[in-house]
């Protein structure tokens, strides 16, 4: 059946609602909507929050992330994917995990200080850091702010390992930083890419960058000597799961040297975030889909249990599985990702200390 266009669909935004957030007492609700002369607006565009953190290094005891170390210079992002587990945290901030999540971004100018005061710690031990883990450390507002910029100046002077996932071009702003991380063994990057399909893309990431211009990233980091790992994520089964061999070969044409992906999960509010979404966006599948998710996560659409919650589980899940692996040996076959390089680490990035 072909996609009927939803005329109440919200362009431009992923979320479609603002969910209610569960650790507010109160809220504002528009009733009776007959009694206005005229209709309540409200601020739609994107704005600003300052906070100024004391720490800025996250470590998460996961068993499905073991010892994972990360940095969110940003908490909110403005490429409101649909699907972001991420929005989840934004009701921590007193904010709805819907469009707020979108529009009300929480930025964290000292970050680049915080980093370096972390490395300096007394007998700290070099390990790998990510940027981001929870949104996009080069989501658009880092065009201005330059605030991952100012961390990976850190990284180069204190030769500690990072790696980085993001699905936006402006990481090619710093390819002389990461070229000479690149050239010590210092730096991964993961480009996300969840659909090649431009319509779909609109619909499911709307203000991320085109999966043509994604696919350039990956080229041109390639071509400097910069790691590359393509991340199909999440896949959604009935949406873009065919799209898995494509992606990755798509991918490694362009020097990516291995893939990785993650089914989806709709946990807390995003389920009735995502679930809004798809019955707008793709009336026609809605349902289908929905299920599908279900069946990959014991029938639920949200799902906690480690080990399953991020691979799934089930025929639908074990096929998607067989697809990545199939892929992955055909286009990526020979090729890996290099080591990093622990022992360069320059305590006080260099500086010679007084011995008196």
């Known amino acids: ?12 935004r992923g979320a479609q609602v603002n969910t209610d957030n569960k650790f507010l007492k109160r809220k ?14 409200e601020n739609s565009a994107t704005q600003l929050f300052e906070e ?9 005891n996961s068993p499905d992330l073991s010892n994972m170390f990360s940095i969110n210079p940003y908490q909110g992002c403005e490429h409101g994917c649909i699907y972001c587990y991420a929005r989840n945290s934004h009701e921590y901030y007193g904010f709805s995990a819907g469009l707020d999540f979108e529009r009300k971004i929480i930025v964290k100018r000292n970050a680049p200080e915080l980093l370096e005061r972390y490395l300096n710690r007394r007998n700290y031990q070099p390990v790998t ?12 507002v880092e065009r201005r702010l330059k605030i991952t910029r100012g961390m990976l100046e850190i990284f180069l002077k204190y030769k500690n390992p990072v790696s980085i996932i993001t699905k936006n071009n402006v990481i090619l702003r710093d390819m002389d930083i990461i070229g000479e991380l690149a050239k010590l063994n210092l730096i991964h990057v993961n480009i996300s890419i969840t659909s090649l399909n431009e319509s779909i893309r609109q619909k499911l990431e709307p203000r991320t960058v085109t999966a043509t211009g994604r696919l350039a990233v990956i080229q041109k ?5 910069v790691p590359v790992r393509v991340m199909a994520a999440p896949i959604i089964p009935g949406l873009n799961s065919n799209e898995l061999p494509n992606i990755i070969k798509a991918a490694a044409d362009r020097g990516a040297l291995a893939a990785g992906f993650t089914m989806v999960r709709l946990n807390g509010s995003v389920a009735e975030i995502f679930t809004d979404w798809i019955h707008k966006a793709y009336p026609d599948r809605a349902e ?3 299920n599908m998710i279900r069946s990959c ?8 249990d480690f080990g399953r919650r991020m691979s799934g589980d089930g025929p639908i899940a074990k096929s998607i599985h067989q697809l990545y692996h199939m892929a992955c040996v055909r286009f990526l076959a020979g090729r890996e990702m290099p080591e990093y390089d622990y022992t360069l680490f320059t305590p006080k990035g260099g500086k010679q200390t007084s011995l008196f």
């Open 288 to 290: 289908k889909v929905l």
């Open 52 to 60: 100024s953190p004391k720490k800025i290094v996250s470590q998460s």
């Open 129 to 140: 850091i990510m940027l981001s883990g929870n949104t996009d450390c080069y989501q658009p």
């Open 221 to 225: 980091l390639s071509d400097i000597g």
């Open 1 to 12: 059946m072909a996609h009927q266009e939803n005329p109440d669909f919200f362009k431009g």
């Open 297 to 304: 996560h014991a029938g639920n659409l949200n799902d906690s």
């Open 28 to 41: 504002y609700v528009l009733d009776h909507i007959e009694g206005l002369d005229e209709p309540l607006l």
